[in-house]
């Protein structure tokens, strides 16, 4: 069963960098046709999309985080990750990873999520 | 970027009751459209791929349906467990895009 966990500070200063892993387990992130995502859900708000990257290394961004925005790869930890420059209160949220693909390209599996609080 | 709308954004129906719920894509995404069900501090959990097929492990009580722009969630008979956000999200192309949920609980 195909497993994915988040780790990260809970706590992230104003203007500092946001960086967060996610953990693949029960299966290879190098798998053909699965992008491996981040999505974000501010607090009592609906869900917001990263990013994507596909294992070989290519990135689809949202545009509206594109500047602020790196998602990578560590094959050999069968790990992604995700870092957020020039953070605000507003990126405040639980961030998920979760599997793109498989089931009509849609997210299947994702992890539990991990609230990450932007605070002084 | 293709947005997508849903409606209504909440909704309260009895146990036993049928549950409707549809969303709308700003351009046709033929049946590249999924469903999720997120219950209070969990993630989102899919229970629709490619606009109907259903999920594994995903109850019968659910079904999709839809193509191009217009799609809809159907509970055809809604249980206590199923107080939930449905949210649609278009899986036609980058960026993803979700819907912005409607809310379903219990008269």
């Known amino acids: 069963q195909l497993q994915l966990q988040e780790s990260g500070p809970g706590l992230v200063k104003p203007s500092e960098t946001l960086s967060l892993t996610c953990t693949v387990s029960g299966g290879s992130i190098s798998s053909n046709n699965y992008y491996w995502g981040w999505i974000r859900q501010p607090p009592g708000k609906g869900l917001e999309w990263i990013g994507s990257l596909y294992y070989s290394g290519s990135t689809f961004y949202n545009a509206s985080l594109k500047a602020r925005v790196t998602i990578s790869v560590d094959a050999s930890k069968n790990q992604f990750s995700l870092k957020l420059s020039s953070v605000t209160a507003a990126d405040t949220a639980v961030y998920y990873c979760?599997?793109?693909?498989?089931?009509?390209?849609?997210?299947?599996?994702w992890g539990q999520g991990t609230l990450v609080t932007v605070s002084s | 970027d293709i947005q997508m709308t849903q409606s209504p954004s909440s909704v309260s129906a009895s146990v036993g009751d049928r549950v409707t719920i549809t969303c709308q894509a700003s351009?046709?995404?033929?049946?590249?459209l999924a469903w999720y069900q997120q219950k209070p501090g969990k993630a989102p959990k899919l229970l629709i791929y490619?606009?109907?097929s259903l999920q594994s492990g995903v109850p019968s009580r659910f079904s999709g349906s839809g193509s191009g722009t217009d799609f809809t969630l159907t509970i055809s008979s809604l249980q206590p467990e199923d107080i939930a956000t449905y949210y649609c999200?278009?899986?036609?192309?980058?960026?993803?895009?979700f819907g912005p949920g409607t809310k379903v609980d219990i008269k």
């Open positions: 490619s606009a109907s």
């Open positions: 351009q046709g995404i033929s049946s590249w």
């Open positions: 979760a599997r793109r693909g498989g089931s009509g390209r849609s997210f299947d599996y």
């Open positions: 999200q278009q899986a036609n192309s980058f960026p993803v895009t």
